[in-house]
């Protein structure tokens, strides 16, 4: 099991293999291209019959770059050609945000985050007081040594002033009126939210029962691939802790993502018409918080202040690789058997 070296690699291993099983796949492309003028598209192969009662739906590259791991998951479960029972099909979607994935960004096209998105634009938008504090401090209009010094204090100063949880709450909680900025959730919703919609209610439509899993990776220990559950209900978490055992939930404070706004496992809560859907994200942890928040930073002031295709790309893109998707086999191993773990738990869940 290995990581892809680009999302065109990724794209076509994925397809190849859901050819290979005789898995039907719709292609919906994208209208921008990737770094080197590559199409981009978001992929989805339906495995097991369409009008089975129980569906799972597996999502990849929410967050563009960190569809390395996703991808490989997807495809190593196609590639294993796993039995599945006849009252259960498997959908999945193979980069939703492929613009991210290939340009190595956790945004999208509009540098929003998908999973700040998913918010009524018709109301208010959540506040960030915290993030309108640190903005300059955090994507900064040059990223040169000094003034990265002089940023870095300014976020020090605020974590010991309110605590460190208090910092990534405020920093990655998702924020609303800095379009340049980090963890930005945009003003209307974008094309992989319309996207993602468009297909949970075509896939899902008629199913009795839904489970979705996201793939994530960029928190928490290495390789380790932590279950987390958005504000579910007391039906969702009986099943979510009779299915997977343990599970955390960011708004109870448990889990290593800070409760955010706007994220799609909710929004695909409304979308998605079974009586039950039962969502989870996989967060699979790289290196430390710190490194991946840096690598953030970077790539946001990269697209913001700079030629995303010029001097700068390179050292800031390879940085988010290794924050994303770490190029170690034994990370990938890990990613692997935790996916297998869950995706099986899930099917087991469904139909028994
Ligand atoms: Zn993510």
Known sequence: ?????????????????????????????????????????????????????????????????????????????????????DDLAIVLVHAINPYGFAWIRRVNEDNVDLNRNCIDFGAAVPENPGYDLLSGALVPAQWDAETRQASDGLLLEFATEHGFDALQEAVSKGQYRHPSGVFYGGSQPVWSQRMLESIARTSLTGAERTAIIDLHTGLGPFGVGELIASHPDQGGKDRLGSWYGEYTVPSEGTSVSADVSGDVLDALDVWVESPEVTGVAIEW??????????????????????????????PIK???????????????????????????????????
């Open 285 to 314: 942890g790289t290196v430390d918080i710190i490194e991946v928040s840096n690598a953030l930073r970077a790539d946001a002031w990269l697209h913001a202040h700079a030629d995303p295709l010029g001097p700068e790309a390179g």
């Open 1 to 85: 099991m290995r990581l892809a070296q680009d999302y065109t690699e990724a794209r076509g291993r994925f397809l190849d293999a859901a050819r290979e099983l005789g898995a039907p796949v719709a292609h919906h492309d994208h209208p921008l291209t990737g770094p080197t003028g590559e199409v981009l598209a978001t992929d989805v192969a339906i495995v097991g019959s369409p009008s089975a009662p129980n569906r799972l739906l597996v999502i990849s590259g929410t967050h563009g770059v960190e569809g390395f791991a996703g991808s490989m998951c997807q495809t190593g479960w196609l590639a294993e050609g796993a039995s599945i029972p």
């Open 318 to 352: 390879a940085g988010l690789r290794a924050a994303f998707a770490p190029d170690d086999p034994q990370w990938a191993t890990l990613v692997w058997d935790r996916f297998t773990e869950v995706t099986a738990e899930a099917a087991n869940g469904l139909v028994t």
